[in-house]
Structures are given as C-alpha cells and as structure tokens.
C-alpha cells in the first residue's frame, strides 16, 4: 500500500513538472517571437563570414562609408568613385537590424560621412515597413550623435522577372515594390524634416512601370555597372557638398 501511494505522489510530482516546464517553454516561446526578425540576420551565413573580413582589413579610419547589402557590396566604391579614403561595408543579405547591430564597427572607422542603403531583403522577409524605418531611424539618430553627417539612400525596386526561376511572380514582384514605395516615402519625409541629404537612386532606377529597369540589373535585383554609374554621380554631389 505504501509502495502504492509512493508511485502516485511521484507520478503526480512527475506530471506538476511536466506541466510547468511545458507552460514555462510556451510562455518563452510566446515572449521571443516578436523578436524573430530582429534575429534574422544572424541565419545569414555571409553575415559573420563578411564581418571577419571586415575585420581583417587593415583599414583604420575612412572618411567616406558605404553603409549597405549586397547592392553596396557588388563594387569597388573606392575605385568606383576613384577615391582612397572609402570604406566599402555592405553585406550579402543582410537586413536593416542587421545593419544596427554592425553600427559599432562603422564607428570605430570615425568617418565623416556614411551613405546607407537597405530594406528591399526586410520586404522580401516580411518585415513591416514601419519596423524597417523604425530601425533605420536609430541607426541614422546612433550617426548624428557621434557627429557623422548620414546620407540616406532610397531603397530600390525588384524588377518585373526577379524570382521566375522559383516561381516568383511579377504581381508579387509588384506588390513588395509597392512596399518598397511606403518605406521610401517614410524615408524621403524624414530626410526633410531633419535636413538629411536624400539620394532617391530607385527614381534614378525604376521604369514607368513600377520595377527596376530590366536593362540596369543581371538578376532582377543586383545593378549592372551602368547602375552603378548613375549610383555613383550622386554620391559625388553630395561629397562635393560636403567638400570631401
């Protein structure tokens, strides 16, 4: 009888810590899910292997900033703009939280100046436009404070075939460009209201149709060199602005 009621207490202590366990697991679970997307970039494998290479550069100091993804990333832009005191930093990839938690190594470059594009992989992932120009706002108000002028790039369109390959359509191809639209005019309002210098390179980009020109891209996404000469003529007029 003893031995009896030794096995149903256990068995009851078994099933309370069962019970618990499992609420304690939903709740965590419950908890973190918002910050899924925050996360997000640290499942990109080029995100740490990029960051190493980073660095690795024996680059200490850079007046200028390439701030981005992997359409900064597809040039040379210290050769592009035929300047030696550009730093290139833009990963393959990576998404606007991604771009935050990286903002400590843009510092440590002490530049002056530092153009940011990103957001199209954060449409791509889902992430609402609201939450990407919330982000982008911390990164640019995390550069003023340390007295570095930021100069916000628009983010660019898709073009009408990106994705065919996987069955991307060219309706869903519109409907994230029209994402793209809400962001870029959160971003454009912003730059007015706090005297920020605005490049709209996607007005320079996008055809009358509402994608990306298909002759500017290889994949539907990254520029062609011809993109990136128009890219570039922007630049230039914001360091000669600046006096850079």
Not at 12 to 40: C, E, G
Not at 118 to 142: A, E
Request: no cysteine; hydrophobic share 40%; aromatic share 12%.
């Amino acid at each position: 009888m003893k031995n009896t009621n030794l096995k149903n207490i256990f068995s009851t202590i078994l099933l309370l810590a069962f019970f618990l366990l499992s609420t304690q697991s939903f709740s965590q679970s419950s908890n973190s899910a918002p910050k899924a997307d925050t996360l997000r970039y640290k499942i990109n494998a080029n995100f740490p292997l990029q960051q190493a290479m980073f660095e690795l550069y024996k680059t200490r100091q850079a007046d200028i900033i390439m701030f981005g993804n992997s359409l900064t990333h597809g040039t040379a832009w210290n050769e592009l703009l035929g300047r030696s005191n550009v730093a290139e930093r833009g990963i393959v990839g990576d998404v606007l939280y991604g771009f935050e938690s990286r903002i400590g190594s843009i510092y440590k470059l002490r530049p002056k100046i530092v153009f940011i594009m990103g957001g199209l992989n954060d449409v791509y992932n889902w992430t609402p436009v609201q939450d990407i120009f919330s982000v982008y706002v911390r990164i640019i108000s995390g550069l003023k404070s340390k007295n570095i002028i930021p100069v916000i790039q628009s983010t660019t369109y898709s073009a009408k075939f990106y994705g065919k390959d996987w069955n991307v359509t060219p309706e869903a191809n519109l409907g994230r460009n029209k994402e793209v639209d809400k962001l870029n005019k959160l971003l454009s309002d912003y730059a007015k209201m706090n005297n920020i210098d605005y490049i709209d390179v996607n007005a320079l980009t996008a055809g009358k149709d509402g994608f990306l020109k298909p002759e500017l891209t290889w994949d539907g996404i990254h520029f062609k060199a011809e993109a990136y000469k128009i890219w570039a003529r922007e630049v230039e007029k914001v360091l000669a602005k600046y006096k850079l």
